[in-house]
């Protein structure tokens, strides 16, 4: 199985950016989709992005694109979410997540297999 450690989450003001790093550990046979979720109370988990560990690909939700970018660091066994003009709707619990098997245009929760303890992002209005 993969391990996944989230951090990088805080307070920042509406327009702002934050980046999240997810440090990832384990079988590398569990990694080969990387994806970020998020989940604000009284709200179901929500993706947000994901990226192909091996080629680099990716594939944002709707709400995101054009603002938020994944990324990966082979070297590193990290994965990044750099969001960008943030909104007070962003406020969220961030978690990395790990999928090990299944196609690529699989993006719901229950998809994914591992899951870190999250990170607390809060956009201020």
């Known amino acids: 199985q993969v391990q996944l450690v989230e951090s990088g989450g805080g307070l920042e003001q509406a327009g702002g950016s934050l980046r999240l790093s997810c440090a990832v550990s384990?079988?590398?046979?569990?990694?080969?989709?990387m994806g970020w979720f998020r989940q604000a109370p009284g709200k179901e988990r929500e993706f947000v992005a994901q990226?192909?560990?091996?080629?680099?690909?990716?594939y944002y939700a709707d709400s995101v694109k054009g603002r938020f970018t994944i990324s990966r660091d082979k070297a590193k066994n990290t994965v990044y979410l750099q969001m960008n003009s943030l909104k007070p709707e962003d406020t969220a619990v961030y978690y990395c997540?790990?999928?090990?098997?299944?196609?690529?245009?699989?993006?719901?929760?229950?998809?994914?297999?591992?899951w870190g303890q999250g990170t607390q992002v809060t956009v201020s209005s």
């Open positions: 997540a790990a999928k090990s098997r299944g196609t690529w245009m699989d993006q719901t929760a229950a998809d994914f297999d591992s």
């Open positions: 384990g079988s590398t046979f569990s990694r080969y989709v």
């Open positions: 990226i192909s560990w091996n080629t680099g690909s990716t």
